[in-house]
C-alpha cells in the first residue's frame, strides 16, 4: 500500500471537530447530489463556501436550483487556479476524478485536498459498518440494515448507497449504527476513517476508466484498512483469492478477522476461528468462543448463489451491532432483493424478462448468468470502459441461445464475446430488448445483465433499468 504522505495527515487536523469548520474557506468540487448536501453542511457550521464545477449553468440547472438560496460562491464551466489556491481546504466529490493537474497544482501551493467521504466520517462517532468489494455491496447493505431493524436497533445508512454522508449530520437524529456503502471512489482519500466493522464482499476487475490499473483500484480498496484496531472486525470472502489475499495485509491482521464461505469443506477451519459457513440448506455461524448459531436458509428468496454470500456476510456484520438471532432469522426468510439487481419483471408469452441493471461489471454478469441453468437471452452494453469480457466465454456458450449487444461497448463484447453465442449488434436500447423477445421462445428468460456502466445512454444504472422494465410491460 502507498505512503500515506506526512504533512498532509497534519494538515486534515486543522479541522478535526465540527466547531473548527467555523470560519474556513472550503471549496466543494463536484455540483451534484453529493456537493448539494456538503455545501448544506458546511454552511451549517459556519464555513465560507465556494463550489465549483467543469460543467455549465444548462447541465446543472437541477443543482443549481438546490443552491441558488445559499449564501456561498459558484464557479461553473471550469476551474480556475485562483479559485483553488484562495481557500483552505478543498474537498472532492466522488465523482471527482482526482487525477485532473488543478489539484496537484493546489497541492504543491499549500492548499489541502481530500475526498467528500474522508472529510465527513471524520466526524462520525457512532459505530460504524463500512461495506465494500465489487459486488454485491448494496444487497449487503439492505440485509444488514433489515437484520438490524428488525431487532430493534436504530440504523442511518448512506454513503454510496442511500444518502451522502453529510445529511446524517443535516438530519440532526443520532442513531445507534452507522451503515454505510463505500465505494473505491471514495475511499481514494480516506488516512484516518476508522469503521468498527468492515465487510469485503468480493474483488474483481472494475472502473478502469477511473483507476490507473487493476493496482490502484485494489490499493484503493485497501485504505478501508488503514486504521483497523484490535477492536475492529474484518468480514472476509474466504471464496475469493483476491478478498483472501487482503488477510496477509498487517493493517488487517490489527483486528479480528470472520470469513465466510459457500463451502462445506472450510467448515472445521472457519468453526476453528471465527465465521460463517454454507452447509446445505443452513449457515453455521461462529463468532465468540461460546457463541455458536445456525440459520435456515430454506425460505431464502433472492436468485443466485451469491445471495447466501451476502446473506453471511450481514450476518458477521451485526455481530456486536445488537441483532438478534430472531431478527436476522426473519430477514432471511423475508428479503426479496433490490430493484434492479436480478429483479423479476413479467412473463410475457412464456418467457421470463430479468432486470439487472446495476450489473456494471464481467463478474456482475458472471454471477448473473450463474442464477441460470440455461436458455438465456442475454442483453448487454453501455459505456465502454475498457473491460475484458473473455472470462464470460465458457458461461455465454453454455447458457446463452443469443447476445444482443448495444451501446458504446457492444464492438468490444462483440469481439471476445461474438464467437460463443448467435449475436446481434443493435442501434438502441429500445430495439435491443425487442430484438431479445423476438429471439426468446417458451421457456426462455430475457436478462439485462450489461456488464457496463450506463452513462453512454442514460444518467445511471436506475434510470437504463426503469427503461427496461417500461419496455418490457409495454409488450403484447
Known sequence: MEDVNATQALSLKKIAKLTDIKGKKVLVVGLGRTGVSLCHFLLKYGALVTISDHKSKAELAHY?????????????????????????????????SPH?????????????????FE??????KEPTIAVTGTNGKTTTIALINEMLQKSGVKVWVGGNYGAPVSEYFLQGEKADVV????????????MNFSPS??????????????????????????????????????????????VLELATDLSVQRGAIYYFSRKPSLEPQIMEIFGAVQLQNEIKVRTGVDDTHV?????VKMKGVHAIENIMAAILATTRMGATKEGVQKTIDSFTGLEHRLEYVRKVGGVEFYNDSKATNVHSVMRALK????????????????????????????????????GEAKERINRDLGDFSETFLIGTFEEAVHMAYSKSRIGDRVLLSPGASSFDIFDDYRERGNSFKKIVLGLK
Open 371 to 406: 442464477a441460470f441453468d440455461e436458455n438465456i437471452v442475454l442483453i448487454m452494453g453501455g459505456k465502454d470502459t475498457g473491460l475484458n469480457y473473455a472470462p464470460l466465454r465458457e458461461e455465454v456458450r453454455r447458457k446463452v441461445k443469443s447476445l444482443i449487444v448495444v
Open 100 to 116: 485532473l493537474k488543478i489539484f496537484d497544482y493546489a497541492k504543491n501551493n499549500g492548499v489541502e485536498v481530500t475526498g467528500e
Open 295 to 299: 440459520y435456515s436458509i430454506r425460505k
Open 179 to 190: 451503515l454505510l456503502e463505500v465505494s473505491s471512489f471514495m475511499l481514494e482519500h480516506v
Open 197 to 242: 466493522n468492515v465487510v469485503f464482499t468480493n474483488l474483481a476487475e472494475n472502473h478502469l476508466d477511473r483507476h490507473k490499473s487493476m493496482e490502484e483500484y485494489v490499493n484503493a480498496k485497501r485504505r478501508l484498512f488503514l486504521n483497523t484496531n484490535p477492536q475492529t472486525i474484518s468480514i472476509l470472502n474466504a471464496d475469493d483469492h483476491a
Open 64 to 96: 443549481i436550483e438546490d443552491i441558488e438560496k445559499l449564501d456561498l460562491k459558484v464557479e461553473l464551466g471550469g476551474h480556475t487556479p485562483k479559485t483553488f489556491l484562495d481557500n483552505d481546504v478543498i474537498i472532492m466529490s466522488p465523482g471527482i
Open 119 to 124: 472529510f465527513i466520517a471524520q466526524f462520525l
